[in-house]
């Protein structure tokens, strides 16, 4: 597939360029997760560097202050000119000094001391827990109080203390936020930026090419040029891009037998209509030979007759079979026994065969069904039977040559069994039972009967299935319940 082909996804699943797709398409909303995942790492880093950083300039307070209050007390003056302690207190950005010293206080600076304090820290004593709430409460509230600030002078007794305002420290804070939060944004947005190539190149674009090579082939399944090219690869998307080609090839491949059979059932419809015209012609003149005297014409005359009318029967189901769905049944009440006599008579068993054809059909059992869609189901069933029996066996086999029919009804549904003691199902037909042209397994055979009994047993909302069986043989049942009765008709009725 073209590169070039290759364009954003909007939401309605084609193809568009332009923008807007951009965050409606999976990059979009990748380069947009990053982003915040990484500013939401920055600020779980925040938190506990700005306290650090809020220690660190505070002890750097503490140790400028505690180097000029050692130098003050050695001078041993009681008090320092007002001059000199404007500029320490300048110096260290304080309101006031105090050293302790073996148990006694001295203040050493001071100017606009304070009544009270905001805020008392030992620096000393501080938890980590703790100095991250003090660095986010100076942050959020600080920068107009006043604190107090303490802590030891290196490895010595002495403590240096100092009374402040939180404005400077406050201002450098703010400062060192934002600049850490132009960092955190660059580096979001350079390891966006990163992610977002690495993720285009090695997720979206394979994506995409997936998404536009289902697209290009369902638009036209049978052009073999638009099977996808699989990529080389062994990742994930590169085995789904090989099973989508591998799927492509095969659908193309059902299809296109699809077609072969559509065209072929075609062929075969048109042929057979037209066949079936010259057997009926073929049925009228051969009817005429059933008056001819000679002996010969009268032994075979019977026999072509009734291959003639199978012949016309077979084209005729196949032309049934072709349209589109077999009529909906008529059903009214139908007399079970006399519907299998006429199949037995249309099966015409001669006698030579030895074949017993055997009725155990009580004469009142009534079927609801259509009696023209029966029979067929009934005759195709002994049709096969019968075909099945005719078939040459071991010389030795002595058993009965025999079809049976019974039926029974049980409650609202009557079963069919239609029992021959042939040679069994074959293998071929057992593992095609029920499908169009595949099951059969007799010369000559369409494959076709066992399908139309399916298909009009199901139209019955019946059920047809071969029956395990003790003996030798093929055991069919059919179970074909009433319809159900409305309660307007039945009212009616009554
Ligand atoms: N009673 C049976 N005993 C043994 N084999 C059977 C029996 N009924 C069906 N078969 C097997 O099942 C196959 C499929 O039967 P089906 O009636 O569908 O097709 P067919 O008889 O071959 O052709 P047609 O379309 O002319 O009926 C048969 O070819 C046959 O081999
Ligand atoms: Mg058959």
Known sequence: MPESAVAPLACNGRLKPGLRGLFAGLSGKLLLLTVIFIMLAEVLIFVPSISTMRLRWLQDRLNTAAAAGIVIDGLQASDLPRGLQDDTLVATG??????????????????DMPNAVDGQYNLAETTSWGSMCDALGTLLFGGNRIIRVYGPIGDSSMTIELVMSDASLRRAMLTYSGNMLAVSVL???ITATLIFFAINRLLIRPIRRLTLSMQDFSE???DPARIMVAEPGRDELALAGLHLAAMQSHLQHTLK????LADLGLAVSKINHDMRNILASAQLMSDRLVD?????????????????DRAVGYTSEVLAYGQAAEAAPRRKPVSLAALVQEVRELLAIEAETGIEFVELVSAEL??????EQLFRIVHNLCRNAHQALLAPRPAESSDPRRITVSAQRIGSVVSIDIDDTGPGMPAKARENLFSAFKGSARSGGTGLGLVIARELVLAHGGTIALAEKPG???????????????LQDYRARA
Do not use: C, Y
């Open 94 to 111: 304080t309101r006031a000094i105090v050293l302790r010293k073996d148990g006694t206080s001295r203040l050493l600076a001071a100017t």
């Open 187 to 189: 580096i979001s947005l």
């Open 220 to 222: 036209q399944p049978e």
């Open 257 to 260: 037998q699809q077609k072969n």
């Open 292 to 308: 001819v005297d000679d002996p010969m014409v009268k032994r075979f005359a019977p026999k072509l007759l009734r291959t003639i």
């Open 366 to 371: 009534v079927v609801d069904a259509d009696g």
């Open 472 to 486: 030798p043989g093929t055991l069919f049942r059919i179970e074909i319940p009433d319809r159900p009765v409305s």
